[in-house]
């Protein structure tokens, strides 16, 4: 027996035998590698907006505040512009985007301006002059001249601001938040403001009261 070349391919094939198991071992480092990636990876999608000129990245349940703005402006001018013909319209394309934590706050409001709108026979009309993104809340401000209009009389001209929280479920933006009132936007600082003010006040009135 040639013992001498046994040896020899007892030795080579423990070599092949080592090689294999690192190569094994590498392969199967980077499948738990790719693994991970892939299932902490999150689509990307890139939108342009018609009204938008910048492109816009959503990645499912965020997006960019472009992109914010522009359904803030979307929602104001469709519950801005409203009339006994097309209420039940933008009720219903409503509906697919409220929350479902406030939709019963949010359908309660625009049932009461519906009912408003179809006893009183009158028209909401909404111009935007601008849209204002706060970060720290994510809320989006749209203001403008909105005009309300009866079927006997002037028309009632003044400043309005649509407030609105859009926050992204997916890819699908959701309405979480609307507030609408008259007059310039709430925002930070203007909620300082009136905070401040509120202050001074109750100080005035506690010390009238002593």
Known sequence: MDYAGFWHSYNGLKQTRFILEIMLLATVVANVVLAITLFSHRDAVILVPPHLNDEVKIISGKSTESYTRAWGLFLAELIGNISPRNIEFVQKSLEPMISPGVYRQITDILNVQSQQIM????????????????????????????????PTGAPRIFLRTYEFEITMDGFRPMLKWIEMYEGNPRDKKERERLKERNKKESKKDAERFR
């Open 119 to 150: 006893v009183d026979h009158i028209s909401i009309t909404f111009e935007p002059k601008s849209v204002t993104y706060e970060k720290e809340t994510n809320l989006v401000f749209v203001t403008g001249q909105s005009q309300i209009k009866g």
